[in-house]
C-alpha cells in the first residue's frame, strides 16, 4: 500500500458524503458525490448538494473540496484542468452546466443554461463527455447535442435530432472514441456517431431488436445508469440496449459485429467492461470473454 487517506464521514454542516463517482486526471483523484442532510426530508424537487473533493496523487493529500446545489452531475476528463459539473431541479429553473477550474482549487468557471435539462439533476456517473478539447452535453428538449469549448464554454456546434413521424426523441448519454475524434450518442432506437469537430453525422446504427421490451428506446437506460452502459476500444463500439443486450459495433461503418445476451439473467442483465480488443462479461456466475472481431 503507497497511501491510505482517512475521509471524513460528515462535512463541517452535518451532510453526510455519499460517493458516487472516482476519477484520475493527471496527478490528482476526484471523489465525487452529493452531500445527504438526515435533518429534512428528501424532495425530488428540492436541490440537492453536489461535492468534489480533490486528492494528490503521488502522497494521498487532500488538495481542495468545493461544494453547493449547483453540483449534481460531474465530469472529470482524463486530462487537463477543467472539469464539468450539471445541475437542475426538475419542475423549476433550466438546469446549467458549469466549468470548475481544478487549477484554482475548484473555483466556479463559466456556465451555460440548459433548459428542459431534468435528467441532469441525476448523481452518478457522468451524463457528459469530453472529446477533443470540447464539453459534450444533451439540452434543448433532450433532443439537441450541444458541443461547447472546455476552456471558454463557447459553442462549436450543436445537432438536433427529430424523429421520422415528427416526434420528440430523447437522447441518450454522449460518449466518445479513444481518440476523441468521433462522438457517439443514442437517439430512440439507433445509435449515431458524429464528427467532434463539427458534429457531422458519420454513421447511424440501426438496431434489430432494441425495441423488443415493449417499444422502449435504446439508450433510455443510459440516462438513468450513466457512462458504463457504453465503452470504446481501438475499432469498436460497445453498446447495452434497454432489453439488455450487449452489441458490438465497427466503428468505421456502424455495422454490428456481434450481439449478446443472456436469457439466464433478463431481469438484472450483466456486468462487461472492455480490455484491448476484447470485452469481458460477468453474467449468471460465468466470466465471458469475447474478441471484438469475432464472428
Known amino acids: 500500500m503507497k497511501w491510505a487517506t482517512k475521509l471524513a464521514v460528515a462535512d463541517s ?72 459539473a450539471t445541475s437542475a431541479v426538475p419542475g423549476k429553473k433550466p438546469g446549467r452546466v458549469q466549468m470548475i477550474d481544478a487549477g484554482r482549487k475548484g473555483a466556479r468557471g463559466w456556465k451555460v443554461s440548459v433548459p428542459h435539462a431534468a435528467f441532469y439533476f441525476t448523481n452518478g456517473w457522468p451524463l457528459t463527455c469530453y472529446a477533443d478539447g470540447l464539453f459534450l452535453f444533451a439540452g434543448g428538449n433532450g433532443n439537441t447535442l450541444f458541443a461547447v469549448d472546455a476552456a471558454t464554454g463557447s459553442e462549436k456546434w450543436h445537432q438536433r435530432f427529430d424523429a421520422k413521424n415528427g416526434d420528440q426523441v430523447q437522447i441518450g448519454a454522449p460518449f466518445s472514441s479513444l481518440d476523441g475524434a468521433t462522438v457517439y450518442v443514442g437517439v430512440g432506437s439507433d445509435l449515431v456517431a458524429l464528427a467532434t469537430t463539427d458534429g457531422t453525422i458519420q454513421w447511424v446504427a440501426k438496431l434489430d431488436g432494441s425495441n423488443d421490451m415493449g417499444g422502449s428506446n435504446l439508450f ?33 461503418t ?38 471484438a472481431h469475432a464472428r
Open 13 to 84: 454542516g452535518g451532510g453526510m458524503y455519499l460517493s458516487y463517482y472516482v476519477a484520475v486526471a493527471g496527478n490528482t483523484v476526484y471523489e465525487c458525490g452529493n452531500l445527504s442532510d438526515t435533518s429534512r426530508s428528501f424532495s425530488a424537487k428540492s436541490p440537492s448538494t453536489g461535492y468534489i473533493r480533490a486528492f494528490n496523487a503521488a502522497t494521498g493529500k487532500e488538495l481542495w473540496r468545493v461544494k453547493g446545489t449547483d453540483i449534481n452531475n460531474v465530469l472529470v476528463p482524463p486530462s487537463g484542468s477543467h472539469l464539468l
Open 220 to 252: 433510455n437506460a443510459s440516462l438513468r445508469l450513466g457512462g458504463k452502459d457504453a465503452q470504446c476500444s481501438a475499432d469498436t463500439v460497445f453498446a447495452t440496449d434497454s432489453a439488455k443486450t450487449l452489441w458490438a459495433i465497427d466503428a468505421a
Open 254 to 291: 456502424g455495422r454490428a459485429r456481434w450481439k449478446y445476451n443472456d436469457p439466464g439473467q433478463p431481469d438484472v442483465g450483466f456486468k462487461w467492461t472492455v480490455g484491448g480488443d476484447h470485452v469481458f462479461i460477468a453474467s449468471h456466475l460465468t466470466m465471458t470473454a469475447i474478441a
